[in-house]
């Protein structure tokens, strides 16, 4: 028999946090100028690097600033149990996001999640201005700040054997990771996308509902370290 190892990657923005936190960062920060940006984004016209540096150019900010503003988002409630739950048969969950590590790290904590690895671009706030480093290169993807796909390919190639690799998001900052899960859950704009593309994904609603579809499917077996 073959040991497969299971991995889940997740989207943080929509996925983890019921909300859009990025999009409502900027979003208010600049006015609602940076919707201008969204058409020739969800287009591919604009990658995300510079669709997120123009928006960091245009929202000025303070830390006190953000971080009073970022405690309305929460968290869904499902998450905790499935983290749990992934925990107690050792499969490795890896969140990767093309947003910010500075809101993403402060909710994190705020929930007690510090712990769990988290893939993200750099940001940080000098003064009121947003500054945006991505250290995470892409070899090919000219469209993503951090590209998913890229990030699971890596994974792959730094665990020998089997890794059936779960996915979870809701956006069109996931596209790259669809062709590269082994299962995709998808809702909201990713699920538009896979829809477009006959790309195969399980519509799901919340991460209670994630676990019971992977517990249908069998994925909850305790993994072989
Ligand atoms: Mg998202
Ligand atoms: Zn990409």
């Given amino acids: 028999m073959i040991d497969t190892q299971v991995a889940v990657f997740c989207d943080f923005d929509g996925t983890i946090a019921r909300r859009d936190v990025g999009y409502s960062i900027f979003h208010h920060f600049s006015n609602s100028r940076n919707d201008e940006l969204l058409p020739d984004w969800k287009a591919g016209r604009l990658s995300s690097r510079d669709c997120l540096l123009k928006e960091a150019e245009m ?29 107690v048969v050792s499969i490795d969950l890896i969140i990767v996001s093309d947003g910010l590590d500075l809101y993403i790290d402060y909710l994190l904590k705020r929930e007690g999640f510090e712990h769990l690895k988290l893939i993200v671009n750099h940001g940080y706030i000098d003064g009121n201005r947003l500054i945006i480093e991505f250290p995470h290169h892409n070899q090919i993807c000219r469209k993503c700040g951090s590209c998913k796909g890229e990030r699971i390919q890596e994974y792959r190639q730094q665990h020998e054997g089997n890794t059936n690799i779960i996915f979870v998001g809701d956006g069109y ?29 399980q519509l799901y609603d919340d991460f209670f509902d994630v676990a019971e579809q992977m517990d249908s499917m069998g994925l909850f077996v305790k993994q072989k370290l």
């Avoid at 790259?176 to 195969?200: G, Q």
């Fill in 59 to 87: 929202s000025p900010m303070t830390e006190e600033e953000l971080f009073s503003f970022i405690d309305q988002f929460e968290f869904d409630s499902g998450f905790a149990p499935f983290v749990e739950k992934c925990q």
């Fill in 173 to 201: 900052s996931d596209a790259c990771a669809t062709t590269e899960a082994d299962v995709l859950f998808a809702k909201k704009d990713l699920e538009r996308y896979c829809r477009m593309r006959n790309i195969k994904y």
